[in-house]
């Protein structure tokens, strides 16, 4: 360590907080995900791969599992599950042959459009621990520092397909009636 970094306690304080704090997030995270995606008989991967191929549009198996945060294997026998539901439709692109990509069925976009819909925030134990913050300071937690460390480690095309997801989630719902709809597409002209 040189003399601009931080003292090997400091360091150590930090990635224990870090840990800690990510581990207890993530438990409560972990549960409420699964409770909103029971009804459909899914797993947290295979609603994370069903939301990942609604984003991308024809996806990679390893784009899903870099940006799935999963072993490619895991995004692979997942993927397999979903396609065995027909959910997910393996294909290979002609100017690629060496790898295998994954993009939602019609089945499978219904599905996810309706679990989407079926979002209900009063099932969020995050986003109700975050509300008090929202009042108090009119808006939730800023993530800048959070989304840069996840950036330094992940990279830009990670931070790049994570914001997209978001526009593409901003754009594709409207809320009525405090409840998502998916806004069907323009009609072609």
């Known amino acids: 360590m040189n003399d601009k970094e931080c003292s090997m306690k400091e360091a150590l304080m930090f990635?224990?907080?870090v840990g800690q704090l990510s581990k207890a997030l993530w438990k409560s995270i972990e549960k409420d995900w699964q409770n909103w995606i029971k009804p459909y008989d899914l797993n947290i991967n295979e609603h994370h791969i069903l939301w990942i191929a609604y984003q991308l549009n024809g996806a990679s198996i390893s784009d899903v599992?870099?940006?799935?945060?999963?072993?490619?294997s895991t995004a692979f026998n997942f993927s397999k599950k979903l396609e065995e539901r027909g959910l997910l439709q393996f294909s290979k692109k002609e100017n690629d042959k060496r790898n295998?990509?994954?993009?939602?069925?019609?089945?499978?976009?219904?599905?996810?459009?309706?679990?989407?819909?079926?979002?209900?925030?009063?099932n969020s134990s995050?986003?109700?621990?975050?509300?008090?913050?929202?009042?108090l300071y009119g808006k939730f937690p800023e993530l800048l520092e959070m989304m840069t460390i996840v950036k330094n480690i992940y990279g830009d095309n990670f931070m790049e397909?994570?914001?997209?997801?978001?526009?593409?989630?901003?754009?594709?719902?409207?809320?009525?009636?405090?409840q998502l709809k998916h806004k069907e597409p323009a009609p072609m002209k």
């Open 15 to 17: 990635t224990q907080r």
């Open 65 to 72: 599992a870099n940006f799935g945060v999963m072993h490619v």
């Open 100 to 122: 295998t990509y994954v993009c939602l069925t019609e089945k499978g976009e219904q599905l996810f459009l309706n679990i989407m819909e079926e979002y209900n925030p009063d």
């Open 126 to 135: 995050a986003y109700s621990a975050a509300l008090p913050i929202k009042n």
């Open 161 to 178: 397909i994570f914001e997209n997801s978001f526009n593409n989630i901003e754009d594709s719902f409207v809320e009525q009636n405090g």
